[in-house]
């Protein structure tokens, strides 16, 4: 009965005798992103996360790393096992960023902090995130990679840290060839 159900349903859809249940599309209501603009008002939505003292907290570890500390912390969307379903006690750039969606990464620096994510997810996030973020969406013309935005954004000779148990060397190495 659930499947002649849902049949029914797609046909409907695809009719467009029926319009998708809001169920079925939680993130595809554009009134309800984040404004983060200074000539405008700011707006958050409800779904958005106040990361305010988290960024604030991790700034200041940064900071106290031996040797003039670290300028840059890169957060990834993996655990220690780069398994593709992270379980909740390690959904660090999660906790970072308020963004819940699967796919993305966070850059945090003294002054800034980013994350980028791809299309699939670029709706949610600009719900989910605070305007502490620059959000960028991957694959797209004009959004910098992650390493030329910390180029952009760094001085020459800053540090930048990350969990080694969460990003593997191969993809240091890519993200930071030289051209």
């Not at 390690?90 to 796919?103: D, K, T, V």
Request: include cysteine; charged fraction near 20%.
């Amino acid at each position: 009965m659930v499947v002649i159900s849902s049949v029914i349903l797609l046909l409907l859809v695809i009719s467009g005798s029926c319009e998708i249940p809001d169920l079925f599309r939680p993130f595809q209501d554009t009134t309800q992103q984040r404004v983060c603009s200074k000539q405008k008002p700011q707006f958050l939505p409800r779904t958005s996360v106040n990361t305010s003292k988290r960024l604030l907290d991790l700034r200041k570890l940064m900071s106290k790393v031996k040797r003039g500390g670290i300028q840059a912390y890169i957060i990834p969307s993996v655990d220690a096992h780069q398994s593709e379903d992270v379980a909740p006690q390690h959904q660090r750039r999660e906790y970072i960023s308020g963004f819940s969606g699967s796919h993305g990464t966070a850059i945090v620096t003294k002054q800034k902090a980013a994350l980028w994510t791809d299309g699939r997810y670029f709706l949610q996030a600009n719900m989910e995130l605070d305007c502490n973020w620059i959000l960028q969406r991957e694959g797209v013309r004009g959004t910098p990679s992650q390493s030329l935005w910390l180029v952009q954004n760094l001085s020459k000779g800053s540090k930048v840290g990350v969990d080694p148990f969460l990003f593997p060397l191969c993809e240091w190495d890519r993200m930071f060839e030289v051209r």
